[in-house]
T-cell receptor
Framework: EAGVTQFPSHSVIEKGQTVTLRCDPI?????LYWYRRVMGKEIKFLLH????????ESGMPNNRFLAERTGGTYSTLKVQPAELEDSGVYFC????????????FGPGTRLTVL | AQSVTQLDSQVPVFEEAPVELRCNYSSSVSVYLFWYVQYPNQGLQLLLKYLSGSTLVKGINGFEAEFNKSQTSFHLRKPSVHISDTAEYFC??????????FGAGTTVTVRA
């Protein structure tokens, strides 16, 4: 079984630019999550999709962040415009509905905003 | 609301020595508890989980953890570590069936 994949693995952008992160969940996993770890702190929940519907986006920091999951497959997380404090590692995770709160995580995308 | 405190940010340990990583949580409701590991350049991997039942939970790679409700703790242990156990370890808690709250992580460095 292929794992959760994320692209790119690293991204370095200037403040004010736009960046789009992509996540491909495990096939058949309707739950998809985004988490973020900033500057060696806790990994924090951003949002949760079930198929293409946002179930909980309470962790999204502000309206510069936009997550989408078209067709209930892959997801994108866009940051526009990026700020210095957005630097960190963005993790995507997926699970089957009803499988419990222990999803499979991807390797993360390391975002650096200069 | 829940929070997780990992009491040690760095734990150096010699190969074949035991290790304990401490985790305390706060929650007003019953919770599920987890330990994840992140090896260098890899994603988070589930080590073990406590959902209910026996308070001693065994996981992969020889790790185990004990849930102590009265002390709101979920400490992770391994009796003998290997160089390959060098990684960052995260304690996490959930009171729902989908959202995790993580601690800040403990970096374990195993030395020969």
């Amino acid at each position: 079984e292929a794992g959760v994949t994320q692209f790119p693995s690293h991204s370095v952008i200037e403040k004010g630019q736009t960046v789009t992160l992509r996540c491909d969940p495990i096939s058949g996993h309707d739950n998809l999550y985004w988490y973020r770890r900033v500057m060696g702190k806790e990994i924090k929940f951003l949002l949760h999709f079930v198929k293409e519907s946002k179930q909980d986006e309470s962790g999204m920091p502000n309206n510069r962040f936009l997550a989408e999951r078209t067709g209930g497959t892959y997801s994108t997380l866009k940051v526009q415009p990026a700020e210095l404090e957005d630097s960190g590692v963005y993790f995507c995770a997926s699970s089957q509905v009803g499988a419990g709160p222990f999803p499979r995580f991807g390797p993360g995308t390391r975002l650096t905003v200069l | 609301a829940q929070s997780v405190t990992q009491l040690d940010s760095q734990v150096p340990v010699f190969e074949e020595a035991p290790v304990e990583l401490r985790c305390n949580y706060s929650s007003s409701v019953s919770v599920y508890l987890f330990w994840y590991v992140q090896y260098p350049n890899q994603g988070l991997q589930l080590l073990l989980k406590y959902l209910s039942g026996s308070t001693l939970v065994k996981g992969i790679n020889g790790f185990e953890a004990e849930f102590n409700k009265s002390q709101t703790s979920f400490h992770l242990r391994k009796p003998s570590v290997h160089i390959s156990d060098t990684a960052e370890y995260f304690c996490a808690v959930s009171d729902s069936f989908y959202k995790l709250s993580f601690g800040a992580g403990t970096t374990v460095t195993v030395r020969a």
